[in-house]
């Protein structure tokens, strides 16, 4: 039995961005997050996400706090519902059908059993209405709350543009230039509106907050500037406010400290501007952030702040304007040119990450291990500069070179540097070994390592091709001078050409014996021992769009797509075309593992994916409609083990995986096993011990308990018995039952001694050896909370052994000791 | 959140030879004196014992010259014709030297007259020289033979002819007194022993020989000859060890130096490359004015004599060595300061903290992180920086370029800052890693300042100054592309010539002219 398969977004973090908006923090622990379709919970302390909230059937746009209850959580979504979870355990508590499109989601402590929300307005275009709806009561968890009452009318589609003001005495909505505040007691609406006409800039709001405990919000516009107002919302058209200018570009989000003293501001400069006492002359900064600040929120006690980032990133900050840590998944990049490359020593996927950096971004946890900056240079946040960004990756088969290539934005003048990067074991990253300037007159097309593991370093070469019609070889020499130390660097070996075509792609056999380097609308093949062009492949018309070849049983085989739509397949050992078809294919990748090759093809608007093995014809797998968007990029990620899959359909996944990136940076991948299953059993953990805060005493007993833990260690075998007892469920009641309901200590004496024997299927020694370790490491963890979740994983499965094992072994004396209970009663009231 | 990146200065890598050790020491000589000889010289021996004299011989005369002489202290000039190898005994006190006419002569430093004098050979001896225990000399002749002669009797103890061509060198064991060697002609080095009848190794060099050496410690044998220099492992029955071809001409000479560490040759090519032997890759090399035909060092490398085909002899004095007493007497910080609290190791419940690094900035890195585009590029303007590390300069208006700030950093300067700006450009414009910054900068100043040119006679001049200058590279770079128009059209009638072979041979291929990069 083969569940189906079918494309899923392998992260939600894939996504453009995560989507929502409020980062609720509860106890500062726990940082909610709405990415996608779903909400996320991560940990504030270990950056790790610890709960994927899914159950949304389209993007998540609000999220917030329930305000009589801080453990539960109201989302919003396209999909017109709202939804209220229990997020420490996870839990679905109601869905609440409104009926049309959520764009932003507000609770307020004063509505009782009623939220507010931006829904489109019936029968009209881009304008939005904000509504209260009353969340109606009932026992079923899906209920229909269709009980709306508008609010305000024609206001922004986006949750910036709404804010609440002292105590939910009234709301005020941005939208263009105009301002409007509602009273709701008096049921009073003001509107201001800015005159367009006498400032230079474009003064149109673009976000709004409201003081915490004064008549006053802060207005953010898109020329930079912060306005501040102090509304006398007594009288009528009676306005002032200041102007705050630092940003010299649209203020994206504000945020009022929790006192009101401080006020918190972002936008495209990556710089965290932080005001005091609402007055311009004293402000702080924390700059280079990384890229430009979409939202800002801050945790209910003031402590952390937390900025989000369009590349998909959430950084946290300390009240002192401290960079504390960030939490980052898939960073997206303004465009990724490099490509899907696997990294061979970690696994990783490896693309573009912030400007100018490689990002080594891993799958299993969804999480970025590291980010190479690969330029070198600051990044400068302003529209129409010309920023050099990488363009092309290549590693070596061992994972011990990587190749990059960066190039500036001019087209005139692209500024090419090729570097070669030598992974330095003991340091544990790449180092720069070689940079070469120029190394083409022109844009590299292309670039590939010869492949070989067998023959060791000695034989690495480096094959680079560039629209400036030649493709360059590039090898490893060693440093001349006897007296220096032992040191390598790369040199241009030969220049190859051919007619003077510009060189499009290159590629290397699996036994590095031969070159492929497709020249326009022709594909030569050369001997990479002497470069001797050995022959020509053509299939006109149009020019090679891809070219690789066949592995293993097919090495004879050398594939290519061209322009027009043609899938061609040469054999080299005839020189010959072996067969062709009619397909538009935009991507081909070949796993490196086994002899498939994926092609995705892309006509009228849908992708559809292709597996085939050279030496035939016929695809051993399609999958039409793959999915909407189009798909740029494909890799095969190897699986650590060759996964069990029965059905001969899907024997090509066995080996390793395929990801695909589509044209709006969403990572996709093929599996047989749901969401659900692939989640790593640490997320479905929230630990309880997390959420009691770390206060002195228990540090103090945290200690205490350490020191006893390691005493019973070295006491050996007698702690064995004592866990034991403690294990077992029978005792644990027994122990935990008041006294005075007990019967009489004769009548229990059996069941407490045949709960304290060992049964013969029991555990061997080694495994009581092991548990005695696991003990001793969750006693640690109780008092260390802070190494909690890094031990996570291993403790779930030990606990899992754990626990069954005595439940078995104690079930007929539970039954037995239950049964005592309930008569126990009777038994007290006789007296 | 990451930290200011400071500007990446690009440096190129030195043009050139690279700054070793070697290099440092080999050049460390004085400028050379030159003497004329009467011929080509062929051989030039120092003498082994203090004042270490050497006797040059050229011509039909043997000088022997002091260490800072420039006139020859003694001349032995009793030779009809040529001669030949004036060898000093170990002890400096007798020289022996081969005749043209065939005759071996034996000296004594001090006297005039030769002491004794061997006939025996037919035809001229190019090679003389001493055994280690004095008392014997070998020799070798055009006459394809090599003998041994024995000092007090004057008589020829053996003589061997076994070569099959002319015998042009020789060198004897320091360690063993009965061994010796003799290079030929006819591509073979052989070793003898005086106490056998025949020769009792054979090494085939591929080429005429013209010069062996033996190591100090009779291991190693050095063969030139052709192109390449050859070392042998004598120890194991003469097998090859390594051979060299870094000559482009016949090497003809060959030499140690006084620690064994470095191989010296000289060639025809008016190269003398020095090898380290024990990579034995090319550490150094000199150039001389003309083909080489004889080398020497003194002890202690205190001198290097190197005699040409023209009859110039070449002599270099080692530098006396400078004696740094600056760096001494530079204060030590005192010890009780900086050591203070270092010693200290942190205990287990030690709560360590670390003081955090702090970064420092070039001026021009802090007034760029605060966007301050015109200061920045003032403090790169500024006469040290500019002078001394112009790609410094260069990086910063790279950088400004990058930020597009360049323009109005350029702006608004006074008179005297234009002209600064102009000279740095005008003279660093043509270096090429320069060039495509630099044009962009020279753009701009001509953009921005157009308007008023003619108000200053010292800019105006900057301004005819940097055209010059583009004007001047333009043409030299019109030479050089008609240069390497040239060289194409000479490698596409190689490329054709060898596709021909390739035709006849029956292979279809198609040749690529490749230009390495």
């Known amino acids: 039995l083969c569940p189906p398969v079918s494309p899923r977004p392998a992260t939600a973090a894939g996504r453009p961005g995560p989507f929502g908006f409020a980062n609720a923090f509860l106890p500062c622990r726990y940082l909610l997050c709405a990415s996608g379709d779903f909400v996320k919970v991560y940990s504030v302390n270990t950056e790790e996400t610890l709960r994927l909230m899914g159950g949304h059937a389209d993007l998540v746009t609000g999220i917030q706090l329930n305000p009589h209850n801080h453990m539960q959580l109201y989302s919003s979504s396209l999909d017109g519902t709202i939804k209220l979870w229990d997020f420490m355990d996870g839990i679905l508590i109601k869905t609440f059908n409104v009926g049309s499109k959520l764009l932003a989601l507000y609770t307020l402590a004063s509505a009782e059993d009623s939220v507010f929300v931006v829904i489109p307005k019936n029968g009209e275009r881009d304008t939005f209405q904000l509504v209260s709806v009353k969340l109606t009561k009932g026992a079923s968890q899906d209920l229909e709350s269709k009980e709306l009452s508008v609010v305000l009318d024609d206001v922004g589609p986006s949750m910036k543009h709404i804010a609440f003001g002292r105590e939910g005495a009234y709301v005020v909505s941005v939208k263009g230039v105009n301002l409007q505040v509602y009273f709701f007691k008096r049921k009073l609406l003001n509107r201001f509106s800015l005159s367009t006409v006498k400032t230079k800039g474009d003064n149109r709001f673009s976000c709004v907050v409201c003081h915490p405990t004064e008549d006053c919000l802060a207005t953010g516009h898109a020329d930079g500037k912060i306005r501040l107002w102090y509304v006398n919302f007594h009288h009528k058209k009676e306005y002032t406010y200041s102007a705050l200018h630092w940003h010299h570009d649209i203020v994206m989000d504000l945020a009022f400290s929790v006192e009101g003293t401080r006020l918190l501001s972002g936008g495209v400069e990556s710089v965290l501007v932080q005001w005091h006492n609402e007055s311009s002359c004293q402000k702080d900064f924390l700059p280079r952030l990384g890229s430009p600040i979409e939202y800002i929120s801050l945790s209910s006690d003031g402590a952390l702040c937390c ?39 970690t696994k990783a996927l490896v693309l573009n990450g912030e400007p100018g950096h490689l990002q080594f971004y891993s799958l299993q946890s969804d999480q970025q291990l ?10 400068i946040h302003e529209a129409g500069l010309k920023q050099s960004d990488l363009v092309k990756v290549a590693f070596s088969a061992q994972g011990t070179w990587l190749a990059t290539v960066e190039e500036s934005e001019e087209v005139t003048d692209p500024e090419l540097q090729l570097k070669l990067w030598f992974y330095h074991e003991e340091e544990q990253s ?4 070689t940079r070469i300037n120029t190394p083409h007159d022109n844009h590299i097309t292309d670039m590939c390592f010869r492949d070989m593991d067998e023959l060791g370093d000695d034989s690495l070469i480096l094959v680079t091709t560039g629209r400036d019609c030649v493709f360059k070889v590039w090898v490893m020499v060693e440093d001349t001078d006897p007296e220096a130390q032992q040191s390598v660097s790369w040199t241009c070996d030969f220049v190859g050409s051919y007619h003077n075509y510009q060189a499009t792609n290159c590629c290397f056999s699996e036994d590095g014996s031969l070159l492929a380097v497709s020249f326009e609308e022709t594909v030569t093949v050369w001997d990479s021992l002497t470069w001797d062009l050995k022959c020509t492949f053509c299939h006109p018309p149009g020019n090679i769009r891809k070219i690789c070849f066949g592995r293993l049983t097919c090495s004879k085989y050398l594939i290519g797509t061209t322009d027009y739509g043609f899938l061609c397949c040469w054999n080299l050992l005839t020189c010959a075309l072996e067969w062709n078809a009619h397909l538009n294919v935009v991507v081909l990748q070949p796993d490196p593992l086994s002899e498939h090759i994926a092609a995705v093809s892309w006509l009228s608007k849908e992708s559809s994916l292709f597996v085939f093995k050279p030496n035939e014809p016929r695809p051993i797998y399609i999958q039409r409609n793959l999915c909407k968007e189009k798909i740029l990029l494909a890799a095969f990620v190897p699986r650590d083990e060759p996964e069990m899959i029965s059905s001969e359909k899907y024997l090509w996944l066995r080996k390793s995986q395929p990801f695909f990136l589509t044209d709006t940076q969403e990572l996709m991948t093929l599996s047989t096993k749901s969401l659900e299953e692939r989640l790593t059993p640490s997320s479905k953990q929230l630990a309880v011990e997390e959420s009691l805060p770390v206060t002195p005493f228990s540090l103090l007993l945290g ?53 304290l024997l060992i049964s013969k299927e029991n555990k061997s020694a080694e495994e009581v050896a092991d548990e005695v ?9 109780d008092s260390d909370e802070e190494d909690v979740t890094a031990m996570e994983q291993e403790d779930t499965s030990h606990m899992e052994l754990l626990g069954e094992m005595p439940c078995k072994l104690s079930k007929s004396q539970e039954k037995e000791l239950r049964r005592i209970r309930k008569t126990d009663y009777s038994w007290i009231s006789a007296f | 959140m990451a930290a200011y990146k400071p500007v990446v200065v690009q440096t190129c890598p030195r043009l050139g030879e690279k700054i070793t050790q070697d290099t440092l020491y080999w050049r460390g000589y004085k400028t050379p004196v030159q003497i004329k000889e009467f011929g080509a010289v062929n051989k030039i021996d120092f003498s082994p014992a203090p004042p270490y004299n050497y006797a040059v011989t050229a011509s039909s005369r043997i000088h022997i010259y002091g260490r800072y002489s420039q006139e020859p202290i003694k001349t032995f000039s009793r030779f009809r014709e040529a001669a030949y190898c004036a060898t000093y005994r170990d002890d400096g006190r007798l020289l022996a030297a081969g005749s ?14 030769p002491l004794r004098q061997f006939e025996g050979h037919t035809k001229p001896v190019h090679v003389v020289g001493f055994l280690s225990d004095k008392y014997r000399i070998f020799s070798g002749g055009d006459d394809y033979s090599s003998a041994l002669w024995d000092i007090p009797s004057a008589r020829e103890i053996i003589s061997y002819s076994e070569h099959t061509d002319y015998v042009r060198c020789g060198c004897a064991s320091k360690v063993n007194a009965d061994v010796f060697i003799t290079g030929s002609y006819d591509h073979t080095v052989k070793l003898f022993d005086a106490r056998t009848k025949s020769s009792v190794m054979t090494i085939e060099h591929g080429h005429p020989v013209e010069s062996v050496l033996l190591f100090p410690s009779g291991g190693l044998l050095v063969s030139a000859g052709g192109r390449y220099v050859k070392v042998w492992d004598v120890l194991k029955g003469g097998q090859l060890l390594v051979s060299l071809k870094n000559h482009h001409k016949t090497v003809t000479c060959l030499c140690l130096n006084s620690s064994g560490q470095r191989l010296l040759s000289g060639s025809l090519d008016r190269h003398v490359k020095i090898y380290s032997t024990t990579s034995y890759k090319v550490v150094h090399s000199f150039n001389y004015a003309t083909s080489i035909l004889s080398l020497a060092l003194s002890p202690e490398d205190e001198t290097i004599v190197v005699g040409m085909t023209n009859g110039v002899l070449n002599v270099k004095h080692r530098k006396p060595e400078e004696k740094n007493e600056n760096s001494q007497k530079k204060r030590q910080p005192v010890y009780r300061t900086y050591m203070k609290g270092k010693t200290y190791m942190p205990k287990q419940e030690d709560f360590c903290v670390s003081k955090p690094v702090k970064r420092v900035l070039r001026k021009y890195d802090k007034l760029l992180r605060s966007f301050q585009s015109s200061k920045a590029l003032d403090a790169v303007l500024e006469p040290p920086i500019m002078l001394h590390t112009p790609e410094v300069t260069v990086a910063v208006m790279q950088e400004l370029h990058r930020r597009g700030t360049l323009r109005s950093a350029l702006a608004g300067r006074d008179e005297k800052q234009v002209n600064l700006l102009l000279t740095f450009v005008a003279r660093r414009v043509i270096e090429p890693r320069f060039t495509s910054v630099l044009v962009t900068v020279a753009d701009m100043i001509t953009d921005i300042y157009h308007p008023v040119v003619g108000q200053s006679a010292v800019v105006d001049k900057q301004f005819l100054k940097l055209k010059e200058a583009i004007g001047k590279e333009i043409d030299y770079q019109e030479e050089l592309l008609e240069v390497l128009g040239m060289m194409d059209t000479l490698f596409a009638t190689f490329t054709k010539k060898s596709l021909e072979e390739n035709k006849s041979n029956g292979v279809k291929e198609i040749i690529q002219t490749n230009r390495s990069y």
């Open chain 1, 773 to 781: 370790e696991m003990e001793s490491e969750k006693a640690e963890d």
């Open chain 2, 100 to 113: 043209e006419e065939g005759s071996i002569c034996l000296f004594d430093v001090s006297g005039k007259a």
């Open chain 1, 430 to 433: 790449f180092q720069l070994n």
């Open chain 1, 370 to 379: 590291f980010s190479l900056d690969i330029v070198q240079r600051q990044y």
């Open chain 1, 307 to 345: 900025t989000l980032h369009t590349d998909n990133r959430i950084t946290i900050i300390n009240s002192n304007l401290r960079f504390s840590r960030s939490i980052q998944g898939l960073i997206k990049s303004r465009d990724v040119k490099t490509g899907l490359v696997v990294d061979p020593r």
């Open chain 1, 703 to 755: 200690k205490h308990r350490r020191q006893q833990a390691q005493e019973d260690i070295d006491l050996g075998k007698p702690v064995v018995h004592n866990k034991q007892e403690q294990a077992s469920p029978a005792v644990k009641e027994l122990l935990h039952t008041p006294a005075h309901v007990l019967p009489s200590a004769s009548f229990l004496c059996t069941i407490f001694i045949n709960s």
